[in-house]
């Protein structure tokens, strides 16, 4: 049988319901649209830095690859 997480009697997931139903937040559409925005301008900034990360592993890649060669090839490069 699973373990509820349960903070004073209650299960948290209730918990977080509530606190939730309780702002109202996310009941009316004004909130849904603020939600959804920030949502949007986290994966375009995810999109953005992921791209920036692969640049830089591709080119790290490509300077190890040449050292090795050259070393392989009897150039000293260290």
Do not use: C, E, H
Request: net charge positive.
């Amino acid at each position: 049988m699973a373990r509820k997480l349960m903070v004073t009697g209650r299960p948290v997931s209730g918990m977080l319901s509530a606190v939730v139903l309780q702002l109202d937040v996310l009941t009316q559409p004004v909130g849904i649209l603020g939600v959804l925005i920030l949502l949007a301008a986290i994966i375009l900034i995810g999109r953005f830095l992921l791209s920036m990360a692969w640049r830089l592993v591709i080119i790290g890649i490509i300077i190890v690859g040449t050292l090795y060669i050259l070393s392989v090839l009897g150039f000293s490069v260290l």
